[in-house]
């Protein structure tokens, strides 16, 4: 088959949009939705703009990365940092922070890692141990969002952007329909208002299917880490996973329109719930809704 756009033999079939693509217009469709996502999301400031990128080495992560430092290398005004967080998984993590690290030399851009072990005395690999009939992500999730936290603002950064594709943010859509969690439908990133304490996030490929994400790291030569996570089995975004792959197989685009759903009742939603309340955590003092942290309340 031959690209739609040219004459040359197609690498990957668009079947949301009919299109067949080959690697230089499958790139450059890619980025156009990158660097549209990019102005929807960053108010740039006069002063200069501070991006932090939360990089695990997988693909995700490492495209974001990729992307963004080719898409800002040659602007003065913007700068772009990256840091890795170790959960302490052995025989998981450490091929992705070798990757990160490998991934951040070759762009020239710093890197540091932060861990759980340096800042909650634990690790995952320890918590699984010591309570095995809790959900591992259950635990993991809001430890890794307040490290997140953390080191963006160590870094002074403006936004920190992650590695979430379109497959993963609608996975999350269905999950707060099927939870009823308004308000956590209202705050989904990207942030575009500043809260006290908390970094905005963005997300860069939030409109990029996950083939599209692996085939560009492919074609651009991207290594990444493509290891599963030891306990993402039990996670209960894998039944979601399911009935988007089912969703896309029988409606291509599927993920698409669940997206533009989710953007077009937002505002409605943002009014109803109104301004989150940001307090500190009585226990550690990291930002929260509530008087203690989802981290501190479960230790």
């Known amino acids: 088959m031959k690209c739609s756009r040219c ?5 990957y079939e668009a079947k949301y949009s009919g299109e067949m693509l080959c690697g230089k ?13 990019i102005r929807e999301q960053v108010q740039f400031q006069e002063g200069g703009t501070r ?19 080719s898409i800002f290398k040659d602007r003065k005004d913007v700068q772009i940092s990256a840091f890795t967080i170790d959960e302490g998984i052995k025989g998981y993590r450490d091929s992705g922070l070798e990757n990160s690290a490998t991934l951040c030399m070759e762009l020239g851009i710093p890197h540091s890692v932060i861990s759980f072990s340096d800042m909650f005395e634990t690790t995952m690999d320890h918590v699984v141990k010591d309570k095995p009939d809790v959900i591992p992500c259950s635990r993991c999730g809001p430890m890794r969002r307040q490290l997140m936290n953390i080191e963006s603002s160590n870094l002074n950064a403006d936004y920190v952007a992650l590695g979430i594709n379109l497959d993963d943010y609608s996975q999350s859509i269905l999950m707060n329909v099927a939870r009823g969690d308004v308000e956590r439908m209202a705050r989904m990133a990207p942030h575009h208002s500043k809260k ?6 963005i997300l860069p ?46 409606t291509p685009g599927a993920s698409f329109s669940i997206l533009r759903f989710a953007d077009g009742i937002r ?15 009585k226990i550690c003092g990291q930002p929260t809704s509530r008087e203690i942290c989802t981290t501190c309340s479960v230790s």
């Open 196 to 201: 006290d304490g908390l970094t905005r996030r």
């Open 205 to 250: 490929l939030r409109r990029i299917p996950e083939k599209e994400v692996v085939l560009y790291a492919l074609l651009k030569g991207i290594k990444f880490d493509s290891s599963w996570c030891p306990y993402y089995a039990k996670a209960q975004r894998n039944t979601f996973r399911e009935i988007l792959e089912t969703l896309e197989e029988r």
């Open 25 to 37: 217009h499958l790139e450059e469709s890619v980025e156009k939705r990158i660097k549209k996502e």
């Open 51 to 69: 991006i932090a990128v939360a990089i695990s080495g997988g693909k995700d992560s490492s495209v974001t990365l990729y992307a963004l430092n």
């Open 267 to 281: 505002p409605a939603l943002e009014y109803a719930i109104g301004p989150a309340n940001v307090n500190r955590c």
């Open 7 to 11: 004459n040359i033999e197609a690498v």
